[in-house]
């Protein structure tokens, strides 16, 4: 008999939720986002806000250039999906656009 051990978690494993949330939180502090105390899914760099919530990733920013320069870096540490569009809904939350 055999036990093979997995170096990786796999995604439907029960710690893999934990392991993403880990390597990505990683990511994001190496890249100089600061995690904030109030709210542990939020993390915040050079007026750059992202919102994490398991393996979905919000972001706010005011330039389209900010936007696409930071899915190219994170695209070096991560496997992404460039999804960059203006969300109009976010875990069942209503996103109101202004210029305000």
Do not use: P
């Not at 050079?46 to 899915?71: H, P, Q, R, S, T």
């Not at 969300?87 to 209503?94: A, T």
């Amino acid at each position: 008999d055999f036990v093979l051990r997995s170096k990786k978690n796999l995604y439907e494993c029960k710690d893999a939720g934990r392991a993403w949330l880990e390597h990505l939180s990683s990511g994001l502090k190496e890249m100089g986002f600061k995690q904030c105390l109030a709210d542990l899914c939020i993390r915040k760099r050079d007026g750059i806000v992202v919102i994490v919530y398991v393996d979905d990733c919000l972001v706010f920013v005011n330039d389209k250039k900010v936007v696409d320069a930071l899915v190219k870096e994170l695209s070096v540490k991560f496997e992404i999906t460039d999804e960059v569009e203006t969300s109009e809904e976010f875990l069942g939350i209503e996103i109101d656009h202004s210029q305000d």
